[in-house]
Nanobody, 121 residues
Framework: QVQLVESGGGSVVPGGSLRLSCEFT??????????LGWYRQAPGKERRLLAT???????NYPDPMQGRFTISKGDAKNTWNLQMNSLKPEDTAVYYC?????????????WGQGTQVIVSS
C-alpha cells in the first residue's frame, strides 16, 4: 500500500529540539523525480509550507524559520527528516509531509496523516 507516514512528534519544552521523520512506503524513489515538503497547521490557521527537498537533495525554505528548521534526506531509503531546534510555543501545530512524484508523464501526490508537536513548559 502506498502511503506517506510521519513520526517523531511529541511534547517538548521551549528551547528543545525534535526530529520529525517521513517515510514513503511505495516504490523506490531513488531514481524518481519528486518534491517532498514539510508543512504545519496550527489551530485555527492555514496549513503552511516550511521546507522542501527534491531528489537531487536541493532544499528550499519558503519560510526561513530563522534557521531553526532543517530538512534532509534520511539514512533509510524513502525517508526524510525535519530537524527542529530552539522550539517555541508558537511552533505548536500538526506537522505534515507531502510528496509530489513524477512517474514519467504521470504525477502523483500524497499527504501523510500528520504528527502533533506541542511546545510548552
Amino acid at each position: 500500500q502506498v502511503q506517506l507516514v510521519e513520526s517523531g512528534g511529541g511534547s517538548v519544552v521551549p528551547g528543545g529540539s525534535l526530529r520529525l521523520s517521513c517515510e514513503f512506503t511505495g516504490s523506490d524513489l531513488s531514481t524518481t523525480a519528486y518534491l517532498l515538503g514539510w508543512y504545519r497547521q496550527a489551530p485555527g490557521k492555514e496549513r503552511r509550507l516550511l521546507a522542501t527537498i527534491n531528489n537531487p537533495g536541493i532544499t528550499n525554505y519558503p519560510d526561513p524559520m530563522q534557521g531553526r528548521f532543517t530538512i534532509s534526506k534520511g539514512d533509510a531509503k524513502n525517508t526524510w527528516n525535519l530537524q527542529m531546534n530552539s522550539l517555541k510555543p508558537e511552533d505548536t501545530a500538526v506537522y505534515y509531509c507531502n510528496i509530489k512524484i513524477s512517474f514519467g508523464p504521470t504525477r502523483r501526490e500524497y499527504w501523510g496523516q500528520g504528527t502533533q508537536v506541542i511546545v510548552s513548559s
